[in-house]
């Protein structure tokens, strides 16, 4: 493999044209016009324009794609996350225009990608499935009739369906029928597929997802796991690994189940089986992630490995680096993603320019980015800016590490995640362990909350800076003290 398109953008493509460099492979990137400018352009080898800003007039274009990959005798394409990522049409047209497809077959992507098929398929190899069907339904009297025999509350959940959409929690047989009808319009205009079908709820659910790789010759281990229950609107705002509940043998158990749904679909490459996990600690298949995730960095960073390596040696025919005996945990990462939303207002979008956008550093500290300062956020995709990525000796360091580097990010010209990322951080349900995928709906209903616990910090943070201050110009110049006050105190002022 001499030469890959990336058929992404932002923070992932400049993820996978790093691995590329290390690899001696060329890249080529792909950009739309809000994207002209963007550092992945800058940074690949070849760029190519796609087309307009939105999404669906430029980055998923399959055709225009896989015309560029010909002309400029492409071998290979990284698709990254989102996009066309587990798109199996895409992955098809890629395999027959004879070019490798860096991630697994669409026979595997089609088979995992319905949630149906998929519980169907591991079902014969004994991976636990939250109580409920696995069959879709389109009769609302039939659907109340097997609501009752799983019993309240429950899920209606779409077929095809992610992120939230296509998701009603229903806690009784009189609101069924209307939450029924609301998650199949939901999922015929997200998916175009109405199906749905039902589970039981998992009251206290913790989100725990473990990262397999599987080469061609069957060869399929388990990265461990990543707790990802710290969640906004069904979508994970910080991840960290490894879990803060799961005991050794625990984590044997789910990992063993993980490569088992490997097995179920002859899977090949990176992946990621999703778990719920109980207040009794006991495990439900949810889904499988045919691709990259978004949060694979906390893997990097307790394992020592490159997964986008990985990605492009298996695809290359080549076996897995290491076998599971071989694999280790060290340490412990956490990562925030810091989106361009306003907590405080329902984290709702908030789209503008980066004034000022300095990132932390240091030993311990990541950060994977598709900004600088100075570019416009575009409202036409996703709103992450970057994903902070601390390492720790233990949990308690890693939380401490990365409540540091928070302070010491500097953006302005938007509103950001990262205040509470830093307030999640230090709450006490999270440095206890104590939590699950209701958080936000627990602890921060009320964003009045966090912001008072804001100013109050702010204020202690003042006070502080001032006995810092009187304290050094008794010995130096105020030239000096001034470069001694500390990035978080910059921070508030910005």
Known sequence: MKKVLIANRGEIARRVIR?????????????????????????ADEAIYVGESPSSESYLKQDVILDYCKKLGVDGIHPGYGFLSENSVFARKVKEAGITFIGPSPEAMELMGDKLSAKQAVKSYNVPLVPGVDSAISDVNEAIKIAEQVGYPILIKASAGGGGKGMRLVQNSEEFTEQMKLAQNEARSSFGDDAVFIEKFVTKPRHIEIQVFADRAGNTVYLFERECSIQRRHQKVIEEAPSAVLTPELRKQMGEAAVAVCKACNYEGAGTVEFLLDADLKFYFLEMNTRLQVEHPVTE??????????????????????????????????EVRVYAEDTLNGFVPDIGNL??????????????DGFVEGMDIPIYYDPMIAKLVVWGKTREDAIRRTIQAIDEYQISGIKTTLDFGKYVLKHEAFVSGNFDTNFVKHYFEDPKIMYSAMEEEREALEHGMVEIWDSIKKHKSKEYASREISSSWINTRI
Do not use: F
């Open 19 to 43: 691995t590329l460099k290390k690899m001696n492979i060329a890249s080529v990137a792909i950009y739309s016009d809000a994207d002209r400018n963007a550092p992945h352009v800058l940074e």
């Open 301 to 334: 960073e307790i394992t020592g490995l490159d997964l986008v390596e990985w990605q492009i040696l298996v695809a290359r025919g080549e076996n897995l680096p290491k076998t599971q005996e071989e694999l280790q945990i060290k340490g412990h990462a956490i």
């Open 355 to 368: 004034k000022r956008y300095r990132i932390p550093s240091g030993r311990s500290v990541r950060v994977d």
